[in-house]
């Protein structure tokens, strides 16, 4: 089992063994629908319907966290 945290509620989420880029799973705590964002370290992110046309570009922007705003 590998967790990682909710993006929303910092909670820790429990995946399978083999997480895969894209996969989704629900927050138990605030039940919020996440997405594996990054493998390495393990990252979740909110699930954003659009970002389903970009998911190339997606992944880019995401690997850089893109609340960080200089
Ligand atoms: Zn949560």
């Known amino acids: 089992m590998?967790?990682?945290?909710c993006p929303s509620c910092r909670a820790a989420v429990s995946l399978e063994s083999n997480p895969v880029m894209?996969?989704?799973m629900t927050c138990q705590k605030c039940l919020t629908e996440l997405e594996v964002v990054w493998l390495y370290p393990l990252?979740?992110?909110?699930?954003e319907e659009?970002?389903?046309l970009l998911k190339?570009?997606?992944?880019?922007k995401t690997s850089g966290r893109r609340r960080t705003v200089n």
């Open 2 to 5: 590998i967790e990682a945290r």
């Open 22 to 24: 894209g996969q989704r």
């Open 43 to 47: 990252e979740l992110d909110w699930v």
């Open 50 to 52: 659009n970002h389903l």
């Open 56 to 60: 190339t570009e997606v992944k880019k």
